[in-house]
């Protein structure tokens, strides 16, 4: 099993960053593709990003590409997303995943096997 625990969300103003971290526990994470998803309220969760298991494949949802980057620290079993010029509609709850697939970046909710709790994000004008 592997537990996630997502960090780093809160509250900043239209125009600033953020950046989140998910922390793995239980077994390593350095063979499977990582995803951040987002869902805000009232909405489907949707993706935002994922990268492959050495950082070689990464994949963003257009809505994001250009000012979110994923990351990730396989030493530290965590992986990142650094989340720059931030508008209203990126407010959402973000939520980490685990794909045991581990080459692929999927951006379909149904092949994430394991996922955090989630931590909120809201951008404010």
């Known amino acids: 099993q592997v537990q996630l625990v997502e960090s780093g969300g809160g509250l900043v103003q239209a125009g600033g960053s953020l950046r989140l971290s998910c922390a793995a526990s239980g077994r390593t994470i350095s063979s499977y593709t990582m995803g951040w998803f987002r869902q805000a309220q009232g909405k489907e969760r949707e993706f935002v990003a994922a990268?492959?298991?050495?950082?070689?494949?990464?994949n963003y949802a257009d809505s994001v590409k250009g000012r979110f980057t994923i990351s990730r620290d396989n030493a530290k079993n965590t992986v990142f997303l650094q989340m720059n010029s931030l508008k209203l509609e990126d407010t959402a709850v973000y939520y980490c995943a685990a794909d045991p697939s581990g080459s692929y970046v999927f951006a379909r909710t149904y092949y994430y096997d394991y996922w955090g709790q989630g931590t909120q994000v809201t951008v404010s004008s």
């Open positions: 990268i492959s298991w050495s950082g070689s494949n990464t």
